[in-house]
């Protein structure tokens, strides 16, 4: 079992920069890869990067390559997401997910573990 809690999240200009973190509970956390998946109103929840459970390798959706970086510390059971360029697109709630696939899936029905979500809203 295990729980997720984003934070994070807020209002930025267009060009600003935040961080995610995603702070997880539960013994087995560091069996699961992770995902950040963003969701807007009246849309799907949509992939923007995953990291396999070592942190060894990392995966990006096409919109955000460059300008967001995905990072995790299994110590402390946290995985970050930093944001930086951010454009008005960017706005959504952002939900860390946990999956036990050996490759953080693009697919949000393969991830077990969900958090709330944490609101991005970038001004143009």
């Known amino acids: 079992q295990v729980q997720l809690v984003e934070s994070g999240g807020g209002l930025v200009q267009a060009g600003g920069s935040l961080r995610l973190s995603c702070a997880a509970s539960g013994r087995t956390f560091s069996r699961y890869a992770l995902g950040w998946f963003r969701q807007a109103p009246g849309e799907e929840r949509k992939f923007v990067a995953g990291?396999?459970?070592?942190?060894?390798?990392?995966y990006y959706a096409d919109p955000v390559k460059g300008r967001f970086t995905i990072s995790r510390d299994n110590a402390e059971k946290t995985a970050y997401l930093q944001m930086n360029s951010l454009k008005p697109e960017d706005t959504a709630t952002y939900y860390c997910?946990?999956?036990?696939?050996?490759?953080?899936?693009?697919?949000?029905?393969?991830?077990?573990?969900w958090g709330q979500g944490t609101q991005v809203t970038v001004s143009s």
């Open positions: 990291i396999r459970w070592s942190g060894g390798s990392t």
């Open positions: 997910g946990a999956s036990r696939a050996i490759v953080p899936p693009p697919r949000s029905d393969e991830y077990d573990y």
